[in-house]
């Protein structure tokens, strides 16, 4: 048997259609496309950017470690053992810089998900 869909209910139940129409300065809003799932996901705060792009360039710089060790061993004059020395302490401090980032990243999700329980705690009062 089907539903019957009574007034009122739904989404902008309540609310009058023209608040809706127009904004507070009497200019007709724009309706925003609905986002599926949880939409406040996919927000990029600019800590989440910088991270994003902060992790880009250590990876294109582990890529190009050896490249970078010749480079310098033109501008600086090196044997053997010390351009392998430099390229492992090089991939070494670009390791670290990643573990910083990877541990940036759980700082946001740590602080994006108290403030999701923060939100929960203050709806359930």
Known sequence: MP????????????????GLARS????RRLSLPSIP??????VLTTRMRLLII???????????DEETIEWLAT????????AALAEGL??????LLWGL???AWMRVFSQDR?????????GRT
């Open 3 to 18: 539903k019957k869909k009574t007034a009122g209910a739904g989404r902008g139940a309540g609310r009058s259609p023209a």
């Open 24 to 27: 507070p300065g009497g200019r």
């Open 37 to 42: 799932g949880h939409g406040g996901r996919l």
């Open 54 to 64: 902060a992790q880009g360039l250590i990876f294109y710089a582990s890529l190009q």
């Open 75 to 82: 501008l600086v004059p090196l044997s053997k053992a010390q």
């Open 90 to 95: 090089l991939g070494l401090v670009l390791f």
């Open 101 to 103: 980032c990877m541990i």
């Open 114 to 122: 108290s403030g999701q329980d923060r939100r929960d705690r203050e």
